[in-house]
T-cell receptor, first 109, second 113 residues
Framework: NAGVTQTPKFQVLKTGQSMTLQCAQD?????MYWYRQDPGMGLRLIYY???????DKGEVPNGYNVSRLNKREFSLRLESAAPSQTSVYFC????????FGSGTRLTVV | DQQVKQNSPSLSVQEGRISILNCDYT??????FLWYKKYPAEGPTFLIS?????DKNEDGRFTVFLNKSAKHLSLHIVPSQPGDSAVYFC????????????FGTGTRLKVLA
């Protein structure tokens, strides 16, 4: 009964390094999303994928890229990390309401 | 421009009393609303939803009220319990497109024993 699984749970990067956040869901949902949570800002949508093979920008896409590898997996890539990308990242999948993963806490120093 | 607003960053309530969390939205296209609860170090979990065709939805101790003319919704928790202490997010979407939710900034509820 995994739901939405995110890896890693924690990561520290140096400015300029790259990394990929992984997300997988086992609920056969078509839509998947990446959000970031920052103090006082709530949850802001970075990118989403309405279905396999499609991706679209959300509210704050700059500095990120995504790949919808198949129906189960949706990854988020930071090509050149910046301190402003220090945040908690949540992946979600949905048919109507969202099911969220447990988050990745990323610190960029 | 914040389309979904939760103007109270925090709220403290005595155990057993009612907690009322408020949310305002600006986009008249929004027609489906959710409340999520989030504990520290965990992902948000779904709490309750309401469609714009209704003005009230109840699930146990949780009731959501929707006032479309005022573009306002509220979450009532009765009676409040210490385990309800968490951050609550409201979220809104237009069902005419992708279920892409816009979230408010959250309200931290503390229920005092």
């Amino acid at each position: 009964n995994a739901g939405v699984t995110q890896t890693p749970k924690f990561q520290v990067l140096k400015t300029g390094q790259s990394m990929t956040l992984q997300c997988a869901q086992d609920m056969n949902h078509n839509s998947m999303y990446w959000y970031r949570q920052d103090p006082g800002m709530g949850l802001r949508l970075i990118y989403y994928s309405a279905s396999e093979g499609t991706t679209d920008k959300g509210e704050v896409p700059n500095g990120y890229n995504v790949s919808r590898l198949n129906k189960r997996e949706f990854s988020l890539r930071l090509e050149s990390a910046a301190p402003s990308q220090t945040s908690v990242y949540f992946c979600a999948s949905s048919e109507h309401g969202y099911t969220f993963g447990s988050g990745t806490r990323l610190t960029v120093v | 421009d914040q389309q979904v607003k939760q103007n109270s960053p925090s709220l403290s309530v005595q155990e057993g009393r009612i907690s009322i969390l408020n949310c305002d939205y600006t986009n008249s296209m929004f027609d489906y609303f959710l409340w999520y609860k989030k504990y520290p170090a965990e992902g948000p979990t779904f709490l309750i939803s309401i469609s714009s065709i209704k003005d009230k939805n109840e699930d146990g101790r949780f009731t959501v009220f929707l006032n479309k003319s005022a573009k306002h919704l509220s979450l009532h928790i009765v009676p409040s319990q210490p385990g309800d202490s968490a951050v609550y997010f409201c979220a809104a979407s237009s069902t005419s497109g992708t279920y892409k939710y816009i979230f408010g900034t959250g309200t931290r509820l503390k229920v005092l024993a």
